[in-house]
């Protein structure tokens, strides 16, 4: 019998899926708080991998105070310029000596962003169009003993804080997180003129579907309206055929609802971000650790991007109750829904959590008390084995949000 406070218990309320109203968001790559999400934990990667390299462990830092301040720009068909650049800062703190070896944090940080910028938002020139700076406080070096040696001991959690996951996804929630995953990906192979900042949001009325996708378009790539009005139809088109290849559900999609033609305003870009246009960004405003905002399920306010991988609960248990969650419904028949919840204690082994908690939705005829056992083993094992997420984490195999 395990020595954890692992509780399972009924769903106090209907699974989502039989709820009259669900909504769900998803801010896409591009939008200013995934671009401070995606560059804290970048940054975050780069310096445990370094860590690793010249101590041998990972030492104490975290970067998810990140802050983007937007810039502005003159976008124009055919190509306009950025007039004032996006400012991204990067903010926390990192261990810069230890047992005689310096690591020189803030160059790191920089290489980092410089990488992931590059990567994922082509449409930005690197020193010109986006100035990075990087304010690394200095973090504690003798932290050996709460870290562990290598990351294998257990170390202590570093905060008294809490994590929570679900699974399975809605069919809402597959057609939201589906929708910006696909247009930042293979639609934006073969169409260039749409940026990466796609938000998405999903709303659920009984059986109908309504999709609302705002995606900045990007100038150089498009000649003149036309281009721009079949781009929107396009786009439409490809998200309505996604969204019917997920659900049966009726479904309408929406494109750049703000949009008017007949006054010339529309969401034109020159880099494909509203960062360019006065729309700041913060870690942790934007998607959970599992790509969606969803006001239907319980949420963590923790920022997950950015936290150290090692003891930091904010992302260790927003990350590990997703994976349980969703391993549960793998591997255990007879679940419509269920809900995990971790909670620390400042200074106890991560391990070990004040209280695990599933709350399950069983399906019809099923019977909580059948599959309790089978559920609890599994949340006892990921728990024994939570180390081995810190390294998934620094290898970049997780996303955080």
Do not use: W
């Amino acid at each position: 019998m395990s020595s954890r406070n692992i509780q399972v218990e009924p769903m106090a309320r209907q699974a989502v899926e039989d709820q009259a109203v669900e909504i769900v968001e998803r801010k896409g790559i591009g939008h200013p708080d995934s671009i401070c999400d995606g560059v804290a934990e970048h940054v975050s990667e780069a310096l445990a991998r370094e860590y690793l390299d010249r101590v041998g462990t990972v030492l104490h830092y975290n970067t998810d105070e990140t802050q983007l301040v937007a810039g502005s720009a003159a976008p124009a068909f055919g190509g306009g310029e950025v007039t004032t650049p996006i400012h991204i800062l990067i903010v926390g703190r990192a261990t810069r000596e230890y047992d005689g070896t310096t690591v020189p944090t803030e160059t790191i940080a920089l290489e980092a962003a410089r990488e992931y910028l590059g990567t994922q938002l082509p449409e930005l020139d690197f020193g010109s169009d986006v100035v990075v700076d990087v304010e690394l406080g200095e973090g504690s070096g003798d932290l050996r003993e709460v870290f562990g040696d290598s990351g294998r001991q257990v170390p202590m959690a570093n905060d008294t804080s809490f994590g929570v996951g679900h699974a399975p996804l809605t069919e809402t929630e597959q057609i939201v997180r589906s929708t910006e995953r696909r247009l930042n990906a293979e639609y934006a192979t073969t169409h260039p003129e749409v940026g990466t900042d796609i938000k998405v949001m999903g709303k659920r009325e009984g059986d109908r579907i309504d999709v609302t996708v705002a995606a900045a378009m990007v100038d150089a790539h498009l000649d003149g309206m036309d281009d721009y009005r079949q781009s929107v139809r396009d786009v439409r088109e490809y998200v309505h055929e996604l969204a019917s290849g997920l659900t049966d559900r009726s479904v309408t999609v929406h494109i750049n609802t703000a949009d008017d033609y007949e006054e010339g305003a529309i969401y034109l870009t020159t880099t494909g971000t509203s960062a360019e246009q006065g729309d700041d960004g913060s870690v942790g405003r934007g998607n959970r650790a599992n790509g969606l905002i969803t006001p239907n399920r319980s949420m963590s306010m923790e920022a997950t991007s950015g936290k150290n991988p090692v003891n930091h609960i904010g992302k260790i248990y927003n990350l590990l109750s997703t994976e349980i969650a969703h391993r549960v419904v793998d591997e255990v028949e007879g679940i419509r829904e269920i809900r995990i919840r971790l909670l620390s204690q400042i200074g106890k082994p991560i391990d070990h959590p004040h209280v695990a908690d599933a709350a399950v939705v069983t399906e019809s005829g099923v019977s909580l008390g059948d599959i309790e056992d089978d559920i609890t083993a599994i949340i006892d094992e990921e728990l024994a084995n939570i180390t081995d997420l810190t390294e998934l984490v620094i290898a970049g195999e997780l996303t955080t949000f």
